[in-house]
């Protein structure tokens, strides 16, 4: 298991186990940190899909541990509590390019967690050989873009899929 920590938070990187104890419950996956499950969990875009492929990463190249899915821990202000998810999805590509993602569960919002989660996401990418970090965002999600905007990424595509409809391409250069 990996660790990143700064200003408070603490990243722990996913792991067979953990994702296994997520699909169990919120609080089995928190058990197993060591602190407390709030009650929303889990957050946005969190879900037996997304646990899937991270286990399914793990499952196909052992060394990926770290290049997919984190938790973030925090202090909520009455001890450590699990407060959301981030991680890359998959490693670098041959140009030297990952893609971020993040969410964090409502009542732990806008206290700057995401974007230190962020922030440790880049700096380890770079100290592991990117060059350059990705991240998508509906049009809708300013408070997303806001932490994007922190961490020094700057808006360079209009996406059309799908899926989603319209998402917005965040860049930065490391």
């Known amino acids: 298991m990996h660790e990143l920590a700064a200003d408070g938070i603490r990243l722990v990187s996913a792991t067979p186990e953990l994702l296994d104890a997520e699909d169990i419950s919120g609080d089995r996956l928190a058990g197993l940190l060591g602190v407390e499950a709030p009650p929303s969990w889990p957050p946005m875009f969190n879900d037996a899909d997304t646990r899937r492929w991270a ?21 909520a202000g ?38 230190t989660a962020v922030a440790l996401l880049c700096e380890s990418a770079l100290s592991r050989g990117a060059k350059t970090v990705v991240a998508d965002t509906l049009p809708e999600l300013v408070p997303s873009q806001r932490v994007l905007a922190k961490n020094g990424f700057l808006r360079i595509a209009t996406i059309e899929n799908v899926e989603d ?10």
Do not use: F, T
């Not at 286990?55 to 202090?75: M, Q, T």
């Not at 409809?165 to 490391?174: D, E, M």
């Open 55 to 75: 286990r399914n990463a793990l499952h196909d190249d052992p060394d990926a541990e770290g290049w997919n899915s984190w938790y973030i821990v925090a202090d």
């Open 78 to 115: 009455e001890g450590l509590m699990l407060a959301g998810i981030c991680g890359y999805k998959g490693a670098p590509d041959p140009h030297g390019q990952v893609e971020v993602g993040y969410s964090v569960v409502p009542e732990l919002q806008r206290r700057g967690l995401a974007s």
């Open 165 to 174: 409809g319209v998402i917005w391409r965040y860049r930065r250069q490391l």
